[in-house]
């Protein structure tokens, strides 16, 4: 004798799972939104001031000029391309571009999706360069701007004139 055993789903059942995962989804998708906005914050101050650390102390080691300059290509600076990333190099020769006997030290991949990065320093130059005698920033004491699109808090990591950072909640970007 053969048994019939029903097996799936009515198409009932398929329609209030579907409609069960919609809301869910609806309800989450916000949330998630905002814990990733949250985390690219930090992620990129993070790496921002650690790449300013970094370049400080490479500045010693090397005893040669380091330069953070913001890139697209990872290759080469380009001024108004903070938010897709930056590169730290010796900079040799010392005119703040990445010549073909420069080594570049370090590429940081950004691609921010949920706010904008900007850097505003003391002589308007979009790099920064830490001495080679000393480590420390030349000129470049002012702060990376990151405007958020999602509602966050705007905040700013602050460069001193020492090269240290810190990080502040500001009202306006």
Request: glycine share 6%.
């Amino acid at each position: 004798m053969f048994s019939l055993i029903k097996n799936g789903f009515t198409l009932f059942e398929l329609i209030i799972s579907i409609a069960v995962l919609a809301i869910i989804t609806a309800i989450a998708l916000p949330h998630f939104q905002q814990l990733m906005a949250e985390q690219e914050v930090k992620s990129t101050l993070s790496k921002l001031a650690l790449a300013n650390r970094s370049a400080k102390n490479l500045a010693l080691v090397h005893r040669a000029n380091i330069v953070i300059c913001p890139s697209k290509t990872l290759t080469q600076c380009e001024p108004t391309n903070w938010n897709s990333g930056f590169i730290v190099f010796i900079d040799i020769n010392k005119n703040r571009l990445v010549d073909s006997a420069e080594k570049v030290l370090q590429t940081e991949v950004l691609d921010l999706k949920y706010g904008s990065l900007d850097w505003k320093g003391t002589l308007s130059i979009p790099s920064l360069t830490f001495q080679a005698l000393s480590g420390l920033p030349i000129g470049s004491n002012g702060g990376f701007y990151y405007c958020s699109l999602m509602g966050l808090p705007h905040q700013k990591l602050n460069l001193s004139k020492m090269g240290h950072t810190r990080i502040e909640n500001i009202s306006a970007c």
